[in-house]
């Protein structure tokens, strides 16, 4: 099983899965409780959506493979529409927007994603739905898309929500690779607060890797972190070739990233703050492991289910890692 970005799981859950489960699901929980009436769409006008934009605004499934300008383009039109007629495009459709944004920001990094979020969570304060999610959202969102710092400057929302942490950003020399996706190394001072996020450029290209986008708060991850400490074999295999990966979706988490590194510090876990380069799945969940040769994605791992050991161990295999037997 893995942990997903479902908004229905989040619905079910609640706000702890957020946290406890790696669940994005932010339109969810933005609109939990408000109604549970079903949300009517109203089918925008042609005229209404920006020309540059294929993007059908009113079907979530195309809203999906829109790129970020398209997506903004939407975002605008039922914000027009929405000032139109406000009884017939409700709060929680324009919060089904932020989740997709966020959502699509995971993948890919870009300032409409950002400029979309805003134009959305100012609308809906516009009509009075302040809350602590939405505030969040607008910090998340950045964080999601390169302005970190930014971010970090943003009056800051609910603490019990956002549980952002912003440490000093050690970025790489100028004229190091420009070609290695990037990641962040985070390093603590000695009494564990604050440090840095220490930027190192990682070879995808050359031999046997092992990518694992994860979560410190997802238990399916500490599942196979703890399950792979255990057998010594697979443990120094995956220590030696594995980049284990969080983008923020829901804010930088530093106790829980802390907790992490000391209960599996064989498999720390590095900060993706910008996706380029990467090879994020179409679907974000956690864990997800990607097995590569030579820069060449072999074999993938979503989740852990019932024999991941194995799993796992066949796909090292298929790159060419061999792993003693248990």
């Not at 999601?144 to 950003?169: C, Y």
Request: proline content about 9%.
């Amino acid at each position: 099983m893995a942990c997903s970005t479902s908004i229905a799981a989040a619905v079910a859950a609640g706000l702890a899965a957020l946290r406890a489960c790696a669940v994005l699901g932010l339109a969810a929980l933005l609109s939990a409780g408000a109604s549970s009436a079903p949300v009517a769409v109203v089918p925008l006008p042609a005229g209404e959506v920006d020309a540059a934009s294929a993007a059908d605004c009113a079907d979530a499934p195309s809203r999906a493979e829109a790129g970020p300008l398209a997506r903004l383009a939407c975002v605008r039109a039922w914000i027009a529409r929405a000032r139109a007629v406000p009884d017939r495009v409700p709060a929680a459709l324009l919060d089904g927007l932020i989740g997709e944004t966020l959502d699509a920001s995971i993948r890919r990094a870009d300032p409409a994603h950002v400029a979309a979020v805003d134009a959305l969570v100012d609308e809906l304060e516009r009509r009075g739905g302040r809350s602590p999610l939405r505030t969040a959202a607008r910090s998340w969102v950045r964080q999601l898309n390169g302005r970190f710092q930014e971010a970090g400057s943003l009056p800051r929302g609910d603490p019990a929500i956002d549980v952002s942490v912003f440490p000093r950003l050690v970025p790489l020399p100028a004229g190091a690779s420009a070609s290695a996706p990037r990641a962040w190394d985070w390093r603590w001072q000695a009494d564990g607060r604050g440090g840095t996020l220490v930027e190192r450029a990682i070879d995808l290209a050359q031999g046997a890797r092992l990518v694992v986008f994860a979560a410190p708060n997802c238990h399916f991850c500490a599942q196979a972190a703890a399950e792979i400490d255990a057998d010594p074999g697979l443990a120094d295999a995956v220590a030696r070739h594995a980049s284990w990966l969080i983008r923020p979706f829901s804010g930088l988490d530093g106790t829980a990233m802390q907790d992490w590194q000391a209960a599996h510090p064989r498999l720390p876990m590095a900060v993706v703050l910008d996706p380029a380069g990467w090879p994020l799945p179409p679907r974000y969940g956690t864990p997800h492991f990607l097995f590569l040769r030579d820069g060449r994605v072999v074999k993938t791992l979503t989740g852990w289910p019932p024999g991941a050991v194995r799993s796992l161990r066949e796909g090292l295999a298929a790159i060419g890692v061999a792993v003693p037997p248990a």
